[in-house]
T-cell receptor, first 114, second 114 residues
Framework: GAGVSQTPSNKVTEKGKYVELRCDPISGHTALYWYRQSLGQGPEFLIYFQGTGAADDSGLPNDRFFAVRPEGSVSTLKIQRTERGDSAVYLC????????????FGSGTRLTVV | GNSVTQMEGPVTLSEEAFLTINCTYTATGYPSLFWYVQYPGEGLQLLLKATKADDKGSNKGFEATYRKETTSFHLEKGSVQVSDSAVYFCALSSPTSGTYKYIFGTGTRLKVLA
C-alpha cells in the first residue's frame, strides 16, 4: 500500500483481556518495527523483524507481549492479560532495509486498558 | 547507554519567527541523528537526518547540523508558519546497539500563532 496501515486506530479493553494489534507495512519493505509511545514520552523500541523472523525482540517488556510476521508482510502484536500500564499508542514502522535511512511510521493504535 | 535529550515544550511562536529546538545526545560510537515530526492525527514522519559529524540535514526549510564536539543536533527554521505546528522528536541510531533501533527524545510541541 501507499503507507503503513495500523488497525484498529483505537482499542479499549478490560484489564486481563487479550488484544491483537495489526500492522500492514509498505509493500516490499522487508524490515518492520514496533514501538510503544506512552503519554508525554517518545516512542520506545519493542521489536524488529527482518522478513519473517524477529531479529531483535529485546524491547518487549515481558512475556505477555508477543509479535509475529508469518509471511514477511503483515505483523500482529499480541498482548495477553492486559494491564492498565499497557495503555499507550503502539506504533508500527517499516523500511526497505535496516539502516540509517529512516522509517515510515503508521498512525498508531491507541490502546486503553480499563 | 544511548540517550537523547530535548528541550521541553510547548514552544509558542508567532508566524515568521525564528525557531530553535535543542537536542543533545549521548551515544557510543558514531550515531546517525534524525528529526521526526508528528502532525495532529498523523503518524511520525522523517523530517531530516544526518549520518556523520558536520553533516547538515535539511528539508522544508528546516535544518540541523550534526555537531560531534557538542553532541548536539539542534533543529532550526528561519521563518515558521502556522502549518509547522506539530510535535518534533529528535532521535538517534547507533551501530553499537543496532542501526535499526531508534532512541527518541520526549518530543517538543511547537505552536505557531497567526
Amino acid at each position: 500500500g501507499a503507507g503503513v496501515s495500523q488497525t484498529p486506530s483505537n482499542k479499549v479493553t478490560e484489564k486481563g483481556k487479550y488484544v491483537e494489534l495489526r500492522c500492514d507495512p509498505i509493500s516490499g519493505h522487508t524490515a518492520l518495527y514496533w514501538y510503544r509511545q506512552s503519554l508525554g514520552q517518545g516512542p520506545e523500541f519493542l521489536i524488529y523483524f527482518q522478513g519473517t523472523g524477529a531479529a531483535d525482540d529485546s524491547g518487549l517488556p515481558n512475556d505477555r507481549f508477543f509479535a509475529v510476521r508469518p509471511e514477511g508482510s503483515v505483523s500482529t502484536l499480541k498482548i495477553q492479560r492486559t494491564e492498565r500500564g499497557d495503555s499507550a499508542v503502539y506504533l508500527c514502522a517499516s523500511s526497505s532495509d535496516a539502516g540509517d535511512y529512516g522509517y515510515t511510521f503508521g498512525s498508531g493504535t491507541r490502546l486503553t486498558v480499563v | 547507554g544511548n540517550s537523547v535529550t530535548q528541550m521541553e515544550g510547548p514552544v509558542t511562536l508567532s508566524e515568521e519567527a525564528f525557531l530553535t529546538i535543542n537536542c543533545t545526545y549521548t551515544a557510543t560510537g558514531y550515531p546517525s541523528l534524525f528529526w521526526y515530526v508528528q502532525y495532529p492525527g498523523e503518524g511520525l514522519q522523517l523530517l531530516l537526518k544526518a549520518t556523520k559529524a558536520d553533516d547538515k540535514g535539511s528539508n522544508k526549510g528546516f535544518e540541523a547540523t550534526y555537531r560531534k564536539e557538542t553532541t548536539s543536533f539542534h533543529l532550526e527554521k528561519g521563518s515558521v508558519q502556522v502549518s509547522d505546528s506539530a510535535v518534533y522528536f529528535c532521535a538517534l541510531s547507533s551501530p553499537t546497539s543496532g542501526t535499526y533501533k531508534y532512541i527518541f527524545g520526549t518530543g517538543t510541541r511547537l505552536k505557531v500563532l497567526a
